[in-house]
C-alpha cells in the first residue's frame, strides 16, 4: 500500500526540489509545525506542561536502493515527521473547535437559566436609575428541541447504537453534535466493524459542515487504520472531494488513482460513478 501522506503533501516538493533544499526547507517546516502543535496543546492543557506530548512518529523501513544517500534519508525521515505532525496539529485543532463548542452550550444554558442582571448607572445629580441588562442569547430552542428528539437505540450491541445514534444526527444535519458522537464512537469502538463507517461519517460530516481540513484528515486516517474496513474506499473518494475543496486538485487525482488500483472491484462497482464525478471535480486526466 502506498504512503499518502507523502503522496498527497509533499509530492510537489520532492519532484521540482534538489535534495540539500529539500532538507533545509523541511526541517523549517518541522520546527514551525512542533511550535504551532505546542501552541495549540497549551491551549488544550492550560498550564500543565508535564502533561504535553510529542507525536509518536514511526519512520517507514524497507530495503534501500543503491543509490541511496544518507542525506536522502535524512529527508524522508524529516518528511515523516512533518505528515505525523500536520495530521497531530489538524487533530489538535479539532478538539479545540469541540471543547469551544462544548463550553458555549453549556454557557448559553446557564444563561437561560438566570434572571436577566439589573444594573444601576453612575449616580448624578439627578439621582441614580437603574437599567436591566440584556440577557445573553439563549440556545435556539427549535435546535435543542431538535437534537432532544433524536434516540440512542438500544439493540444490546453498544458499538451499533453509538453508531446508529451519530448516524441519525448526522441525518439531520445536527453536523457538530454527529462529530462529536461519531469521533467518540470511532475511539471507544476502534475494533469493531462500524468503527469504518463511524470514521468516515466523521469527515463528511466535517465536510458537510464546511471543514474540509479537519475532513481530508479524519478520512485519510480512517484509509490508513483500515484499510480493510468496508467504508475505507469511501473515505478514500471523500477525501478527494476534501482535497478539491482545498484547492488540492493534483492530489485528488492521486487519491482516485490510489484507491482504483487498491480497491479496482469498488472502484469500478459500487463507486464506479463517485469515481467518475470525482475525476471530472478534480480535472484528472
Known amino acids: 500500500m502506498k504512503t499518502l501522506g507523502i503522496t498527497i503533501l509533499l509530492t510537489s516538493l520532492l519532484v521540482s526540489t534538489p535534495v540539500a533544499a529539500q532538507d533545509a526547507n523541511t526541517g523549517k517546516r518541522v ?34 536502493s543503491s543509490g541511496t544517500t544518507n ?17 497531530s496539529l489538524a487533530n489538535l485543532t479539532g478538539q479545540v473547535e469541540e ?20 444594573s444601576a448607572t453612575t449616580t ?12 445573553e442569547a439563549a440556545p435556539d430552542p427549535q435546535r435543542v428541541v431538535g437534537v432532544a428528539a433524536i434516540v440512542m437505540p438500544d439493540t444490546g450491541d453498544a458499538a451499533e447504537d453509538a453508531y446508529i445514534y451519530g448516524y441519525r444526527l448526522w441525518d ?4 457538530p453534535e454527529a462529530q462529536t458522537q461519531l469521533k467518540k464512537m470511532a475511539d471507544e469502538h476502534s475494533g469493531h466493524r462500524r468503527a469504518s463507517y463511524a470514521q468516515n461519517l466523521l469527515g463528511r460530516a466535517y465536510l458537510d459542515d464546511g471543514k474540509p481540513a479537519l ?14 474496513g468496508e467504508r475505507a474506499p469511501d473515505s478514500l473518494y471523500f477525501l478527494s472531494t476534501a482535497l478539491v475543496q482545498l484547492g488540492k486538485k ?14 479496482p472491484d469498488v472502484a469500478s462497482g459500487r ?14 486526466k
Do not use: H, W
Not at 71 to 87: G, H, P
Not at 250 to 263: F, K, N, P, S, T
Open 71 to 87: 542525506t536522502t534519508s535524512a529527508v524522508t525521515d524529516l518528511i515523516a515527521r512533518v505528515d505525523a505532525l500536520e495530521r
Open 31 to 64: 520546527d514551525r509545525l512542533e511550535q504551532e502543535m505546542r501552541a495549540v496543546q497549551r491551549k488544550i492543557f492550560p498550564g500543565g506542561t508535564g502533561r504535553y506530548f510529542e507525536p509518536q512518529i514511526t519512520a517507514e523501513t524497507g530495503p534501500a
Open 215 to 228: 475532513a481530508s484528515v479524519a478520512l485519510y486516517e480512517n484509509y490508513q487504520k483500515r484499510p480493510r
Open 271 to 284: 463507486l464506479a460513478d463517485r469515481v467518475a464525478s470525482g475525476k471530472a471535480a478534480a480535472n484528472c
Open 172 to 175: 439531520a444535519k445536527f453536523y
Open 124 to 135: 448624578g445629580t439627578n439621582g441614580s436609575t437603574p437599567t436591566v441588562a440584556a440577557p
Open 99 to 118: 471543547n469551544g463548542y462544548r463550553l458555549k452550550k453549556i454557557e448559553d444554558r446557564l444563561a437561560a437559566t438566570e434572571a436577566p442582571a439589573v
Open 250 to 263: 493534483a492530489d485528488a487525482c492521486r487519491v482516485l488513482a490510489e484507491m482504483q488500483d487498491v480497491y
